[in-house]
């Protein structure tokens, strides 16, 4: 399978591009396409739950640290719940169902939205995180540099 995706730019090139942070508005464009944060030109997800570990284009980390996309549970929740309650406040003032119907659709919804909205939280995510600390961050840069010089 052939790629239009150029070879990602050297380290100094990552760390002078992304030293500044990017409009948020940018960043949750690319993110509901699920396209890289930080350039918008890849794809984050291979498969439905299966992200890629780094950009193709640029190279950004995905998955920065362990426990990072921890972070994305609190964007899926906090839709899930918003949405849950706008809806059982829609169908309790609406009154058209029943107690019980309620119960189910919103249990059925709040069991099958999350699984879809998973991509779109953690791609929110590391939009959000790339707004306010942009990859590399310095740590990042010190251990790719360090990583390039153990590299034979």
Request: net charge positive.
């Amino acid at each position: 399978m052939s790629s239009n995706l150029q070879p990602g730019p050297t380290i100094d090139d990552r760390h002078s591009v992304h030293e500044a942070s990017q409009p948020i508005g940018r960043l949750q464009q690319r993110a509901l396409r699920l396209k890289c944060p930080a350039c918008g030109r890849a794809p984050i997800f291979r498969g439905w739950f299966a992200m890629y570990d780094a950009c193709q284009a640029c190279g950004r980390r995905f998955n920065r640290d362990a426990g990072y996309l921890l972070g994305s549970i609190y964007f899926n929740y906090g839709v899930t719940a918003l949405l849950v309650t706008i809806m059982y406040f829609a169908m309790f003032f609406g009154d058209v169902l029943t107690d019980m119907q309620r119960l189910i659709i919103l249990t059925t919804f709040g069991i099958l939205f999350p699984m879809w909205f998973f991509r779109y939280a953690r791609a929110l995510w590391i939009a959000f995180d790339e707004h306010w600390d942009p990859w590399p961050n310095e740590s990042e840069l010190r251990q790719m540099q360090r990583e390039t010089q153990h590299t034979p």
